[in-house]
């Protein structure tokens, strides 16, 4: 069924339209998750690719969670050679050369693709890195501690696309989100933002407009926003389709509840987590972290949880995870002595192990290393219950209260050296080391 000049219909469920463009052969599809959810991917490949986003909660949708029944219902032409869908609190209008606007129920201009050139596909290579290194491994120690180095080996794995995804914003609009860099700034409008996981760096495809939405880009690989003289929109580096959420408030509070409900909850903290930490750079000793612990209590300063960051594992067993006897000499007993000062302790813990330490060599013994290693493969769920034992055993059996996950980007390139390089010299460093043990289209989802 021919929707307009540029897109026919292709196929329709009862919240869901698929259409392809006549012009690219692009597909297209809407869905509508719920009056103020909507779902849209496009792709220049025959079908979509039906994989499961590490990005979203393994149970979406969310079990006992009635999706809207809401029809996607076209009405008559508004200007010519255009057509709109509605979708709960969305309008979504179509536009001759392929370009969508979003609009509020009453038609109210949100945002829009750029009208002459909406989303862009290069063909791109995608590699997956082999589970293991036959090749020479290096330590290396950095400011972020030790690193292994070697030349994994990458093979072919099928061909995607860097994407294009051009829009245009209001001149009065505000933007907000992208996660957490080092920027003096919090609006995004008239400024551009590298989103790759690194020490300084957090990154989260998301954007709050001041107009009352947001946007949830479902992707774990190297992405980019911009907004400058050149244009706006995202780029994404590899993958197999533009995949994305619009969550309609206009509330702050209601579109982050949205985010919520796709990639999960946020878990509240114990009541005692909500008190004052302590925490250094790392304590050397059990008798150290003690002292710092009495003198709270002896000056009567609140205190509530006390922080063992790294160095508390045997000496050259990096990241193994339990206590050095020689330094920590009785854990358990450690423990009890702050639980009777009313005090919680939390240790962190790290993905990479080096050393030959029991941890790193029971890992790699089953194969759950990544190609240098010493990284474990937190994609495989084999490896994700062969490391939580290890931090039982080694950690909560001795009575630690929590958990602190450090070093989420293990594949860093840039905390070594005398100079500080340039953004995009940080960018093209680290994603390139991510790169040779992490398939390229989940860098970040680590």
Known sequence: MKLNSCFEQKAASRNTRCYQNRMTGELLELESVSDRILHLRATRNAEFSGRHSNLLRPDFPPAGTVLSSTLL????????????????????????????????????????????????????????????????????????????????????????????????FSPDEALYGLGQHENDFLNYRGRSEYLYQQNMKVAMPVL??????????????????????????????????????????????????????????????????????QSKEHYENATQLL????????????????????????????????FDVSRYPDPCGLCDELHRMNLRLIVSIWPNMNGGGENQQQLIARGE??????????????ARACYYRQVRTGLLDCGVDGLWSDCTEPFENDWHGAIRLEPYEQLVSNVNEAKKFLPADQINSY
């Open 73 to 168: 219902s076209a009405s008559g032409e508004t200007e010519p050679d255009s057509a709109c869908l509605m979708a709960g609190k969305w309008q979504i209008f179509f536009g001759p050369n392929g370009n969508l606007r979003f609009c509020r129920e009453d038609g109210t201009l949100l945002f829009e693709e750029n009208r002459f050139c909406p989303r862009e596909y290069e063909s791109q290579p995608v590699m997956r890195p082999a589970r293991s290194s036959d090749g020479e491994i290096q330590t290396i120690s950095t400011i972020d501690g030790e690193k292994q180095r070697t030349e994994a080996k990458c093979e072919f794995d099928h061909n995607g696309w860097a994407i294009h995804w051009n829009l245009r």
């Open 369 to 382: 290393m990544l190609g240098n290693n010493s990284t474990y493969d937190a994609f495989n769920p084999e």
């Open 208 to 277: 709050l407009s001041t107009r009352g939405y947001g946007i949830l880009l479902n992707t774990e690989g190297l992405c980019s926003f911009h907004d400058d003289h050149y244009g706006c929109g995202f780029h994404l580096d590899a993958g197999d389709e533009l995949d994305l959420y619009l969550i309609y408030g206009p509330e702050f509070d209601v579109i982050i509840s949205g985010i919520r409900f796709l990639t999960s909850p946020a878990q509240p903290l114990p009541l005692w987590a909500c008190g004052f930490w």
């Open 291 to 322: 002292e710092v612990a009495h003198e709270y209590r002896s000056r009567k300063l609140p205190l509530d949880v006390i922080v063992q960051d790294w160095k508390y594992w045997p000496e050259e067993q990096w990241g193994q995870k339990s």
